[in-house]
């Protein structure tokens, strides 16, 4: 059974960072593409960044460019979303989810999805 959980999530203050993780269970990174998305209230899903599981590949929306990290460790089945320089339009639910075929930030394509982390950046 494949199951992402997530947890980091917090309250932080403007410039602050944080670090988000999502432990993979019921199958193994190599095998599927793992996405982070973001949800803020009254907005749509937006697709944050990405991690091949073939070859490392990272892919970022404009937006958080230079400020996150998206990184995994095989041997913990885990992968990472380090944010730094946290603003407050970064507010939202974060989600992580895992799509076996293609590459990318559609939702639609997403197969299996946790169950999401509060990250808000206020001071």
């Known amino acids: 059974q494949v199951q992402l959980v997530e947890s980091g999530g917090g309250l932080v203050q403007p410039g602050g960072s944080l670090r988000l993780s999502c432990a993979a269970s019921?199958?193994?990174?190599?095998?599927?593409?793992i996405g982070w998305f973001r949800q803020a209230p009254g907005k749509e899903r937006e697709g944050v960044s990405c991690?091949?599981?073939?070859?490392?590949?990272?892919y970022y929306v404009d937006s958080v460019k230079g400020r996150f990290t998206i990184s995994r460790d095989n041997a913990k089945n885990t992968v990472y979303l380090q944010m730094n320089s946290l603003k407050p339009e970064d507010t939202a639910v974060y989600s992580c989810?895992?799509?076996?075929w293609g590459y990318g930030l559609d939702p639609s394509e997403y197969d299996y999805w946790g169950q999401g982390t509060q990250v808000t950046v206020s001071s």
């Open positions: 019921g199958f193994t990174l190599d095998e599927y593409v």
């Open positions: 989810a895992a799509r076996i």
């Open positions: 991690i091949s599981g073939s070859d490392g590949g990272t």
